[in-house]
């Protein structure tokens, strides 16, 4: 216990030694392109691909990703958190649809509306294409989304995000 102790306290320096805040497990390294909550420039993800974020380092952390799709196809998006050791992300998830008139809203989700009687804080979308077009997804913590004012910048704010068909 003491030796555990004492090595959370070493990280804890190294953590603090760093200025930022850095995810513990190496691999949550989703590429932050932007340091606000602009929308521009969102990662790509493909399709069965399992991406890793966190949503931290910065007051109010929102992540994008971007996919193609054909019209009418299938798919869902899994945002998880409770299958990732340690997290404290209680995740969000929103898709919004890119077209000239900007980014309309086409779902969100916060706690897995699909499984009735689960407790889980997952979020889940499942949806159909509308159009052939280009799409955007949008992750952050639900402690963020209806509150202006709020911040969560727990760099255990662990995620994985998966756009798969169904
Ligand atoms: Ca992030
Ligand atoms: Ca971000
Ligand atoms: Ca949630």
């Known amino acids: 216990m003491k030796r555990i102790l004492s090595s959370l306290i070493g990280l804890s320096l190294l953590l603090a030694s760093c200025g930022q805040p850095q995810p513990p497990a190496s691999e949550f390294n989703e590429v932050d392109l932007r340091k606000d909550t602009t929308r521009d420039v969102p990662a790509e993800v493909a399709v069965d691909q399992t991406f890793k974020g966190t949503i931290a380092g910065q007051d109010r952390d929102f992540d994008y990703y971007a996919f193609d799709a054909d019209a009418d196809a299938r798919l869902q998006i899994n945002v998880m958190s409770s299958s990732v050791k340690g997290s404290t992300l209680d995740p969000y998830v929103k898709l919004y649809m890119v077209s000239d008139d900007g980014w309309p809203l086409l779902e969100k989700d916060d706690d897995n509306v699909y499984t009735p009687g689960e407790t889980g804080l997952d979020s889940e979308i499942r949806f159909n294409a509308p159009v052939k077009g280009r799409y955007v997804i949008e992750v952050t913590s639900f402690k963020l989304v209806n509150d202006p004012e709020a911040t969560d910048n ?13």
């Open 154 to 166: 727990n760099p255990m704010n662990l995620y994985t995000l998966k756009v798969s068909k169904r």
